[in-house]
């Protein structure tokens, strides 16, 4: 048994996301082991397990460090959990529990092995989704009271949180607010689906009433902070006169909210200020040295660019353009197109307007994240309805002024009306 080892050093792989084909790749798997497990292993151990020095047969106590890391008891767990752990297996298995009425023990044993993987995260969405168009809130209960999430990271739980919110938005909502009230006392659930998919679409509408749902189950002070902004932005957007009327201050917990959310923070203070203090700028500016700014600036650079604050957009844009513009992530073309709608309109406000019409360009609308479509297509065609303005070009403007009434009807955000007032040519 301890000479059939392929397969672990395959998964080990997989779940670091490091495919070894250099030493430098062994020193970065050496140090992601170290740093998730308290056992450790030595350099020259996995320089042999993968070919930089003479093999030998592995120890089982290199191996069993190896299963540790995939979160495995041991090698010999590994080894017999091993076909539940890929993801054809673990695809057959979800298909199969379908047909049951009820889920047990058994059945949770297998979904925490399959989750090991964390891209089998995506399955279990697509299981999930199943079990909300038939309304079986019994098994959605049992679900997220005892499924194991904490090998899943953030990009494949945002998979996770599109895959089930959209299942839920497809059903009446006389049957999804019940399952939304029902599993939202659960951290799993509301953290990584209401919280995580942010749906500017319907922010006048259901998910307003989901908003109201996290208020009632909220765990932490995280949770009412970001109901207070959506509510905000919901009645700035809107143009609910009373937007003034809502005060929000940072809680003792603020230094460690998550970036998007002090973004939306400073976000709102640009959006309810006449104009953007130095004290703010700097406040936001020292945030930025100490945060991941593509995720902390994504509310930031669309308030900036609805209250004409060019000069402290372009300073922003031009100090973190290279920060800004992240690959590795999966909302990284939603956070790209925020970014090149910013950069098209400091552009434009320099009068280059080849340059703003380049950057609308490499916006790819169609890979933006769902709930975000909407909003960010109103800022796309603003900013083209600007530019096509600025170039007395009659046709892209009327297109441009088109596409924005469709998406305040879908949105209800009346604001991109009154802004385009100013740029409609006649």
Request: proline letters at 1%; a positive charge.
């Given at each position: 048994?301890y000479?059939d ?5 395959i998964?080990?792989q997989?779940?670091?996301n490091?495919t070894v084909t250099s ?6 798997l ?5 740093t998730?497990?308290?056992?450790s ?5 996995l320089?042999?397990?993968?070919g930089?020095?003479?093999k030998?047969?592995p120890s089982?106590?290199?191996l ?7 979160g495995f ?5 590994y080894?017999?959990?091993?076909a539940?752990?890929?993801e054809?297996?673990f695809?057959?298995?979800l298909l199969?529990?379908q047909?049951?009425s009820k ?7 297998k979904i ?5 993987d ?8 697509y ?7 038939k309304?079986n ?9 005892h499924?194991?999430?904490k090998?899943i990271?953030g990009t494949?739980f945002?998979?996770?949180?599109t ?5 839920l938005s497809?059903?009446p909502?006389?049957?999804?607010l019940?399952?939304y009230?029902?599993?939202m006392h659960?951290?799993?659930f509301?953290?990584?689906?209401p ?7 319907n922010?006048?509408?259901r998910?307003?009433k989901?908003?109201k749902?996290i ?11 970001f ?5 905000f932005?919901?009645?700035?957007y809107?143009e ?5 009327d809502?005060?929000?201050f940072k809680s003792?917990g603020?230094?460690d909210f ?6 939306r923070?400073?976000g709102?203070c640009i959006l ?9 700028k700097?406040?936001?500016l ?7 700014v593509?995720f ?6 669309p ?5 004409n604050?060019?000069?402290?957009l372009?300073?922003i844009?031009d100090?973190y353009y290279?920060?800004l513009?992240?690959?590795d992530v999966?909302s990284s073309?939603?956070t ?5 709608i910013?950069l098209?309109n400091s552009?434009?406000?320099a009068k280059?307007?080849?340059?703003a019409k380049?950057n609308?360009?490499?916006?790819q609308?169609e890979?933006?994240?769902i ?10 065609y ?5 530019i096509s303005?600025?170039e007395?070009?009659?046709?892209i ?11 305040v009807?879908?949105t209800g ?5 009154s802004?385009?007032?100013e740029f409609?040519l006649?």
């Amino acid at each position: 048994m301890y000479n059939d080892y392929s397969q672990l050093l395959i998964d080990v792989q997989k779940k670091s996301n490091i495919t070894v084909t250099s030493v430098r790749d062994v020193k970065f798997l050496k140090e992601e082991i170290d740093t998730n497990i308290d056992n450790s292993i030595g350099f020259n151990t996995l320089r042999r397990l993968f070919g930089f020095l003479d093999k030998t047969v592995p120890s089982v106590t290199t191996l069993n460090t190896l299963s540790l890391y995939l979160g495995f008891s041991s090698f010999s767990s590994y080894k017999n959990n091993q076909a539940n752990y890929s993801e054809w297996y673990f695809q057959q298995t979800l298909l199969r529990m379908q047909r049951q009425s009820k889920i047990g023990t058994e059945e949770i044993n297998k979904i925490n092995i399959g989750l090991l993987d964390e891209k089998n995260i995506v399955y279990l969405a697509y299981f999930l989704s199943f079990h909300v168009e038939k309304n079986n809130l019994e098994i959605l209960d049992v679900i997220f009271k005892h499924v194991d999430f904490k090998h899943i990271t953030g990009t494949q739980f945002h998979k996770f949180s599109t895959t089930i919110s959209l299942s839920l938005s497809n059903i009446p909502e006389k049957k999804a607010l019940p399952i939304y009230e029902s599993l939202m006392h659960y951290d799993t659930f509301r953290n990584n689906i209401p919280l995580l998919y942010i749906d500017y679409t319907n922010l006048n509408s259901r998910y307003y009433k989901i908003l109201k749902i996290i208020e009632r189950n909220a765990a932490n002070d995280s949770d009412i902070f970001f109901v207070s902004l959506m509510k905000f932005y919901k009645r700035f957007y809107s143009e609910n006169t009373d937007y003034q009327d809502i005060e929000i201050f940072k809680s003792i917990g603020f230094p460690d909210f998550y970036s998007v959310l002090k973004g939306r923070y400073y976000g709102y203070c640009i959006l309810k200020s006449k104009s953007v203090s130095k004290t703010l700028k700097n406040e936001i500016l020292k945030e930025c040295t100490t945060i991941r700014v593509s995720f902390f600036l994504e509310e930031i650079i669309p308030a900036l660019l609805i209250k004409n604050e060019y000069e402290f957009l372009k300073l922003i844009l031009d100090t973190y353009y290279e920060e800004l513009f992240e690959s590795d992530v999966w909302s990284s073309t939603t956070t790209s197109a925020i970014y090149l709608i910013g950069l098209s309109n400091s552009n434009w406000h320099a009068k280059s307007y080849s340059r703003a019409k380049r950057n609308l360009e490499l916006v790819q609308l169609e890979l933006v994240e769902i709930g975000y479509y909407d909003y960010l297509s109103l800022l796309y065609y603003y900013t083209k309805l600007k530019i096509s303005f600025s170039e007395k070009a009659i046709e892209i403007n009327r297109n441009a002024l088109k596409n924005i009434k469709l998406h305040v009807k879908k949105t209800g955000f009346k604001l991109f009306l009154s802004l385009a007032k100013e740029f409609s040519l006649k």
